[in-house]
């Protein structure tokens, strides 16, 4: 396999690296911690190492310097061989990654009895969280380390975990969507197809002129990975980094994105905007959209879709999809109220003064988009976003075994000591 023989390239020279800048900048500080931080859920705290991305506070998501309006036209393939080396791979690399996933992609047969068993009102995050982390049994990280393999040599049954996992997240998320929402039989995987055309034909949704799988390839580059602090990258390195293999890892990082504040919110954007449809009662005006919102505000309730811990403008992931959207169906009437309220919401959101980002984040527009193309079960939006985190929490986990990272354990500190700690410095 072209990646791993590029990886065995890489780790030497990335562990070389990481042992010069300790030897020589080890002592150096790199940031303050306030007690408002310590409050605030660690904002601004620079404690983490990722290189796969970055979001800049005025750029949002760059993927290993390209910002990713420029990667909108990529494959999702090549989007995990950039994160994961730093190099989009060349078509030869291409093709061999995806005859790999091929290789990798069938499921075993017990994930589908899971899925059978549990209620049929189940969320299909739970669905997709406990199908991988049934799929623990496979993990040849685990085998390995049982084995006694060394540390330092853990990082190429990561990768095996990783990709194994990638080539068979599709097929289950799209057996969730078949089977949850009474879609009919399975539909088995098609090799001759790339990742997101194979994804889309699994999940059933009429496609004549193959626009959804443009779509769905945009969506999946998009929602690939969003640097190491968000919730479901962060909790996912930190149980991998008490050396538990991917299932445990990416299942205990996707149980985070299932939250409205992170991934759910995609969901929630498109029932909230369904609601205010059907609350309304025909198509709304401006005005009907505004004193909609601020009901919703003085009700102290959030609007879905908008702010962000990290960003300060609107996220570049929200344009590409409005783009998309704007250039294929403008006329569609859910998008049309995505667009009024990228009109609305930032002024009110202003007006209020507590948000610190009143822009759109991309849970804003991915909805109307999906729900365009017939996938109207906002249930499954978050299953959707899960397939593609995948590839950036995975890429990350690799990384982290390629370097060795030791176990996450920052400290905690008492509410009786950040107190005494603040008498001492107000003495000084
Ligand atoms: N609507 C109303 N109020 C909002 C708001 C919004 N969209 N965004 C922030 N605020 C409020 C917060 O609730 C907070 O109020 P309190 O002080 O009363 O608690 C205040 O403004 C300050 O919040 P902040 O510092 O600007 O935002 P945080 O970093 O704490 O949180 C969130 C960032 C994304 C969670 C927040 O903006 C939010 O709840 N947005 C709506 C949900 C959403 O769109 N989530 C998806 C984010 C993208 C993502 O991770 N996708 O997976």
């Given amino acids: 396999m072209l990646l791993l023989e590029k990886m065995r390239k890489m780790v030497p020279q990335l562990r070389k690296e990481a042992k010069e800048i300790l030897t020589k900048y080890g002592d150096t500080v790199a940031g303050e911690i306030t007690v408002e931080q310590i409050y605030g859920g660690m904002r601004g ?31 999702p393939e090549e989007i995990f061989h950039l994160l994961l080396t730093g190099e989009l791979p060349t078509k030869e690399e291409l093709e061999d990654l ?14 589908w009895h899971v899925i059978n068993s549990l209620p049929t009102d189940t969320h299909p995050m739970v669905l997709l969280s406990t199908a991988v982390l049934v799929m623990e049994n496979e993990s040849l990280f685990r085998r390995r380390y049982e084995e006694g393999l060394p540390k330092d040599e853990l990082c190429e049954p990561m990768l095996e975990d990783s990709l194994n996992l990638i080539a068979r997240i599709p097929a289950i998320a799209a057996y969730i969507y078949r089977k949850k929402f009474n879609k009919g039989p ?3 995987e098609d090799t001759t197809l790339d990742w997101t055309a194979n994804f889309t034909k699994m999940l059933g949704i009429n496609d004549p002129d193959g626009s959804f799988t443009q779509l769905m390839r945009l969506y999946m580059v998009l929602h690939s990975d969003h640097e190491g602090g968000n919730v479901s990258t962060f909790a996912c390195q930190t149980i991998s980094s008490s050396l538990s293999d991917v299932y445990f890892a990416v299942g205990g990082g996707l149980n985070g994105l299932a939250g409205p504040l992170h991934g759910l919110a995609n969901q929630e954007c498109l029932r909230f905007i369904i609601k205010l449809r059907e609350d309304i009662g025909h198509q709304p005006t401006d005005a009907e959209i505004k004193n909609y919102c601020i009901n919703l505000l003085d009700n102290k309730q959030v609007i879905s879709g908008y702010g962000h811990a990290v960003l300060r403008v609107t996220d570049p992931r929200f344009t590409a999809l409005l783009n998309f959207g704007n250039k294929f169906f403008p006329h569609d009437p859910i998008l049309q109220i995505v667009n009024q309220l990228y009109k609305i919401v930032p002024d009110l959101l202003i007006e209020r003064g507590k948000a610190k980002n009143p822009w759109p984040n991309v849970d804003a527009a991915s909805g109307a988009l999906l729900h365009h193309f017939g996938l109207t079960e906002y249930e499954f939006y978050t299953v959707l976003f899960a397939v593609s985190r995948v590839l950036g929490l995975t890429a990350q986990l690799t990384l982290s075994r390629a370097l060795m990272l030791p176990l996450i354990r920052p400290k905690s500190v008492t509410t009786e000591w950040i107190k005494k700690k603040a008498e001492e410095s107000e003495k000084k």
């Fill in 45 to 75: 705290v620079n404690a983490l190492l990722c290189d796969t991305s970055e979001v800049g506070l005025d750029t949002g998501l760059v993927i290993r310097g390209i910002p990713i309006l420029e990667l909108t036209n990529k494959y």
């Fill in 98 to 111: 995806q005859n790999e996933l091929h290789r990798r992609a069938e499921v075993p047969f017990y994930v």
């Fill in 186 to 188: 399975r539909i088995k």
